[in-house]
């Protein structure tokens, strides 16, 4: 009975593990898929060179991240999920609405420093819950590297509004 009682026991927490590593990859997926449609949505605005090579940079990563989170979501047998319509409708008109008085490029940057930098701070929180979960180690290693990625751009993102301000 006590050898029955323990394997059910180990069951119950692989399945908890393989629950918690799916879900910091469906997040990692969120967010890195609404950092692109946020992106995306300013392309048009950006005037200078610079800004848009960067933002262009930022895109392939986060397009490659896109393509990293959905290969690990499908060898769990788990089909990734889109950002709703909601949410996509939100986030463009959040950047019509701040843009509306001030297109400027330093605006855009502080726009995408202030965005990334919210998607960054949700994406840690769910990784602290989901690795106390015991998510796997490869996916908390890549989400790591989301959030890493995310802090540069956030730098970059400030030094260059900085830059627009001369």
Known sequence: MNEWLEKKENQSIRDAERDATAELLAEMHRNVTMGAESLSAVVPKIREARLMTSVTSQLEQYADFTRQTEKLLRLRSKEPKEPGILK????????????????????????????????????????TEFEAQGCSDEAAELCRDILSFEEEEIDRAERMARQFED
Request: glycine share 4%.
């Open 88 to 127: 996509k409708t939100a986030a463009r008109s959040g950047i019509l609405l701040n843009t509306l008085f001030d297109s400027s490029d330093r605006n855009l940057c502080e726009m995408i420093a202030r965005s990334t930098r919210t998607g960054a701070e949700q994406l840690e929180d769910r990784m």
